[in-house]
Structures are given as C-alpha cells and as structure tokens.
C-alpha cells in the first residue's frame, strides 16, 4: 500500500484506531519496566507508543505515514509524555541490532511474503536478548469476519508461522481465539486473533 493511501487513510482528526492501547498489550504490563526502551512497529496514531511511554518506557514509534505521526505527537503531547518519532519504511528500515528491549508489533500485517519475512528478520535482530516482543496479529479465519485487517490470507499469521519465526526463543505465551474487539472504526467487532509473548534467547 502507498504513501498516499496510508496518508489519506488518517487524514482525519478521528483517531480512526482509538486513542486506547490494544487490550492485548495492556494485558502485558507484568513484563514492562519503567526505563526500558520500546520499539512500537508502525505504531500509527500512537495510542500503543502513548501507553508504553505511561508505563515510564522510552518509546521509538515508527511508521510509514507522516499524516498519522503527526496525530501521535498530537496525542502524547495530550497525555503529558514524549515520543521519539520516526517515519519510516519498515521494508527498507536499519533494524538496528540489540537495540531495544521491548518490540510491540500489533496488527502490522500490511505486507505478504517475502516483505513479511523482512520485518520479522528486522524484529529478530534489533530486540536484545533477553528483550520481549509483545505480538498481536489476526489469523486467516479474520477474512470470514471481515472486521479489520488485511483481505489477502498471505499476510495473516498461524501458531505455525510463529512458532517457526519464535520457536527458538522463549514463547512464554501463545494463544489463538475469537474475540470482540473495538479498536476506532477499522477494527470493531468479532475478531480471529492470535496473540504471543516471547523473550530473546
């Protein structure tokens, strides 16, 4: 998807994902600490680069769409913290190496094979090890709920596809199931997740 698309996608002062953090990532608080410092994956409008900055993390949020950069400053500014902001390409991004000790990557399957491999390849090599990566994607059963995410089952995940990429770290949590989720107008309703937790060996 384009530029333009992602540009013209949040170009609107409705936040169109919500201001709230993904619940799977609050979820997680137990494995954040203050100090740390995060990297959120195409984090957006910042509603998940925003919590973790709460959490007293210091976040790197980067994404493809400065129209949605610009809404995230907006909305960290309104809470009271700070973000380092960075548009960017994931495909073409350093990744820099042992950099981070938290990755979040929720909902960043905007791309098929072999780009998807790319990232992945990317969060593999800039988490520290013993840093945690907090995932949450949909699965391909989402196509039949049609309430957010990708139409092409190629850029969706399995445990499988997971377990393959992850399966040599520490996957502390695995867990595929139907949810009702809302998430702002793009992702409302019953959903078909799959949700990891794994720490870097």
């Known amino acids: 998807m384009s530029l333009e698309f992602w540009n013209a996608r949040y170009a609107t002062d409705e936040y169109i994902f919500g201001t709230a953090p993904n619940a799977f990532l609050a979820s997680q608080a137990a ?12 984090d957006g409008e910042g509603r ?26 907006k909305l960290a500014a309104g809470c009271g913290v700070t973000l380092e902001i960075e548009q960017a390409d994931v495909l073409d991004w350093s990744w820099p190496e042992a950099a981070y000790d938290v990755v979040v990557a929720i909902f960043i399957q905007f791309v098929p094979p072999p780009g998807r491999e790319r990232i992945i390849d990317g969060i593999r090599r ?28 190629a850029n969706l995940y399995t ?16 867990h595929e199931h139907e949810s009702v989720i809302s998430e702002g107008a793009h992702h409302h309703g019953r959903s078909a997740l799959i949700d990891l937790v794994a720490i870097k060996t």
């Open 159 to 174: 445990e499988a596809d997971l377990r393959c990429w992850f399966g040599d770290w520490d996957i502390v949590h695995l």
């Open 48 to 73: 998940n680069g925003v919590w973790l900055a709460q959490q007293g993390l210091a976040v790197h949020a980067i994404d493809f769409s400065p129209a949605a950069l610009d809404k995230a400053a």
């Open 126 to 153: 800039t988490l520290k090890p013993g840093g945690t990566l907090i995932l949450q994607g949909y699965t391909p059963k989402q196509i039949e709920f049609g309430t957010g995410g990708p139409s092409n089952p």
């Open 31 to 42: 494995h954040l600490k203050a100090g740390q410092r995060a990297l959120s994956v195409a």
